[in-house]
């Protein structure tokens, strides 16, 4: 299968890499040309588009920040939309792995259904480290059909490939685990800022929390990070304040009380607004001491 890759950045890139590693014949498009030259260097089956049309194929991964830059890369002039129509494809499957808005990305798969564009929304959960391993959890939201087109491309990327329902379930997911991630790292801020005020050894403290139920994924992963005080890279603060006005927004629109959702979004918004937007989501310890 030929397939299109649209976003090669730090999430991108492996996913793409991965594919390729399948089998799969990969047209690759970023809006930094040099990010999609990296992962076709050396890479027979990869190619390197020079406009987003020129990356649609019958089927079309989307990873980038969020659903206002993949609209624009189906609509543009150059865009996918005009790709498929001068190809001959009449009925394209696009993956959208962004994290989105789960209303939105809905109300628009209505609207490109009317021109026979089928959307598959697939977000993932497990960061970089999952996307180079090839373990990512990927929730998808569409119609029973179009995951069957697509399952093999998912199944080269991710460990977990669950169908949780129609288009925008897959996001509302997504939200449900953003809501999560975001509410777990403001407990270890508070827990790590405690220990910290309290004079205990922080590392025999974190090791003791990670063997009992208080043991966490996200402990594991950002304990090296407390240690440390490295806070660069990794999953943004400004991606997770998105994340968790999402879940807000879904909360209201359902009759869902959010407050922890809410406090944990106005502590990434604080974050935000004292230029903190790119460190790793675990820094919010700094607003909390």
Request: net charge negative; glycine share 12%; proline share 4%.
């Amino acid at each position: 299968m030929s397939i299109g890759f649209v976003g090669t950045g730090p999430m991108g890139a492996p996913m793409a890499q991965n594919l390729l590693a399948a089998g799969f014949d990969v047209a690759l498009w970023n809006r930094t040309a040099v990010r999609a030259e990296d992962v076709a260097r050396g890479e027979q089956r990869a190619t390197v588009a020079a406009t987003p049309a020129d990356a649609a194929r019958p089927v079309v991964v989307v990873m980038l920040p969020d659903l206002p830059q993949v609209r624009d890369i189906v609509e543009r002039p150059d865009g996918l939309r005009e790709g498929w129509r001068a190809a001959g494809v009449t009925d394209p499957v696009l993956v959208v792995m962004s994290t989105v808005s789960p209303v939105a990305v809905a109300e628009w798969a209505r609207e490109l259904a009317a021109e026979g564009i089928r959307l598959v929304d697939a977000p993932v959960s497990g960061g970089v480290e999952g996307a180079v391993a090839g373990s990512l959890s990927i929730m998808v939201g569409g119609a029973d059909a179009d995951l069957a087109l697509v399952r093999s491309v998912l199944d080269a990327m991710g460990a977990t490939v669950r169908h949780v329902g129609p288009v925008g379930a897959g996001s509302l997911t997504k939200t449900c685990n953003q809501i999560v991630v975001g509410g777990t790292l403001n407990a270890l801020a508070e827990a790590v800022a405690i220990a910290r005020a309290g004079g205990l050894d922080l590392a025999t403290v974190l090791e003791v929390l990670g063997a009992g139920l208080a043991g966490s994924q996200l402990l594991t992963d950002k304990t090296r990070r407390y240690l440390t005080g490295d806070y660069a890279h990794g999953g943004a603060c400004r991606t997770q304040l998105k994340d968790l006005e999402f879940g807000i927004a879904a909360g209201h629109a359902l009759g869902v009380d959010t407050t922890l959702t809410e406090v944990a979004r106005d502590r990434y918004q604080r974050m935000v607004d004292r230029g903190d937007a790119e460190l790793d989501h675990s820094a919010v310890i700094r607003v909390v001491v």
